[in-house]
Nanobody, 128 residues
Framework: QVQVVQSGGGSVQAGGSLNVSCALS????????MVWFRQAPGKEREGVAG???????HYADSVKGRFTISKDNAKNTLYLQMNILEPEDTAMYYC??????????????????????WGQGTQVTVSS
């Protein structure tokens, strides 16, 4: 059974950095899209960053230039380096995954896309 396990996150002051990571387990020999979403209390889920199977990266405008996504396709492990964090980045961060064959290799960060597998969430808190 495919499982999505997240780690990292934590609490920092504004301007600091945090990392979150995500690892798939129990998967068969197939590539997976893996992307980051986040959801703050009272707000809708929003896409944060994703990387296509060909390496093309996608970022929400709000994090562009501050966050860096990377992925090890061989290990199906996803990372997000978050720099110059702002209080507005405070949210629960979720890793989502889907078989790349089902997406055509395009790893959407549209929150309406129904990813099949989800991590448990990792809290990121940024204080001013």
């Amino acid at each position: 059974q495919v499982q999505v396990v997240q780690s990292g996150g934590g609490s920092v002051q504004a301007g600091g950095s945090l990392n979150v990571s995500c690892a798939l387990s129990g998967y068969t020999g197939v590539g997976y899209c893996m992307v980051w979403f986040r959801q703050a209390p009272g707000k809708e889920r929003e896409g944060v960053a994703g990387v296509d199977m060909d390496g093309t990266t996608h970022y929400a405008d709000s994090v562009k230039g501050r966050f860096t996504i990377s992925k090890d396709n061989a290990k199906n492990t996803l990372y997000l380096q978050m720099n110059i964090l702002e209080p507005e980045d405070t949210a629960m961060y979720y890793c989502a995954a889907e078989e790349a064959q089902l997406t055509g290799g395009q790893c959407y960060i549209d929150p309406e896309y129904e990813y099949m597998y989800w991590g448990q969430g990792t809290q990121v808190t940024v204080s001013s």
